[in-house]
């Protein structure tokens, strides 16, 4: 059974950063593509980045260049680096892996930007 684990969340001041983690329970070729989303109070889940299987990176919108995925394949995991954040970028950060149409999701890590 595939498992998506998100960690690294947490309480951070304006502009500080965080560097989330994504771990899958299988070989991480496994998946067509593995990304981040995000989902803020009272809004959609909206996509941040994706890393295809060949390694390939695709950003959503620029965020300024803040946000950085890069995945290290010999630990199955897949990260994503926040740097100068803001209070809205508060939201739970989601994972999600997929295999052909299929996707499975993490259970999420609250991120909250103080101001």
């Known amino acids: 059974q595939v498992q998506v684990v998100e960690s690294g969340g947490g309480l951070v001041q304006t502009g500080g950063s965080l560097r989330l983690s994504c771990t899958v329970s299988v070989n991480i070729f496994e998946f067509n593509a593995i990304g981040w989303y995000r989902q803020a109070p009272g809004r959609q889940r909206e996509a941040i980045a994706d890393v295809n299987l060949s390694g390939r990176i695709n950003y959503a919108d620029s965020r300024e260049g803040r946000f950085i995925i890069s995945r290290d394949t010999t630990k199955n995991t897949v990260y994503l680096q926040m740097n100068s954040l803001k209070p809205e970028d508060t939201a739970v950060y989601y994972c999600?892996?997929?295999?052909?149409?299929?996707?499975?999701w993490g259970q999420g890590t609250q991120v909250t930007v103080s101001s």
């Open positions: 999600k892996a997929s295999v052909l149409s299929r996707g499975y």
